[in-house]
């Protein structure tokens, strides 16, 4: 239905082009050529295309290490090399080939998590979003990064029984809570958060809406650790891919949003002002 939406909106554009006898040809999806007039259709854009800090994507199997059915490595596409491991096997998430969207995602229950360092990972900004969904477990934490010494982090979780997202964020010490009241956390349902730290204010956005900000704080944010999943709280969370970025601007956040909500299905949960709730994000 999205292909043949996009090729309608391309056809109109075109019209003036079109007999009624006219061809169309359509090669991978993409209309090429209409009434013998060629059409350039510019290609999707992804987070490839900008400077990532780190990106964990379950669904490009290349870069998953399975032991069985648990996953045991994600490897990291930003070029960093800030590899997420789980070397136990009874603490390794679980590799789940239709996860989300109709994509492999990874599935965490208490005790499962894959981590790793991130180092001279330090910032005035900060993008940190991700697609994914919780299936129970009280305080399900779907991932979490932070500082060695526990002075900055940011913790995304389920916020007890209720359909709610935490993001938890500190900088220097100081902690600031950022809940979601929307109703777009609920059990199973998948969606896009997306943690902004722009100027000393924190947002967060849940399927491309502000849903809450912080105080102003200075200082410059440190991550040193990056954990999908978690060890010892209730959990049952399951993630599909998860991007960091060190800026914070908005065309930046949007064609995010964008690229995941195309890609894992979500783009219906957008709002109808985002500039892509109806075409993908293209270069």
Known sequence: MRKAIFIAALLMMHLHVLAQDDKVVVIDNKVVEVGGKVLVVPPDW????IDTVAWYDVSDISTVTTNGSNVSQLDDKSGNDFHLTQASGGAQPFYVEDGIGGLPAMQSFQGDYVQGSATNFYTNNLIAIGVQKYSGG???????SWKTDKTDWLVVRRNGTSDRLRGYFQLNGVRRLLDDDSGATALDTPFIYCASW?????RQYINGSLQADSESLSGTH?????RIGWESIQNNSTVGELIFVDVSDTDTRQKLE???AWKWGQEDNLPSDHPYKYERPTK
Do not use: C, K, V
């Open 46 to 49: 992804t987070p490839a295309d």
């Open 138 to 144: 009280n305080f399900s934490q779907m991932w979490h």
């Open 198 to 202: 722009e100027s000393g204010i924190m």
């Open 222 to 226: 440190e991550q040193e650790q990056i």
């Open 258 to 260: 964008g690229y995941l």
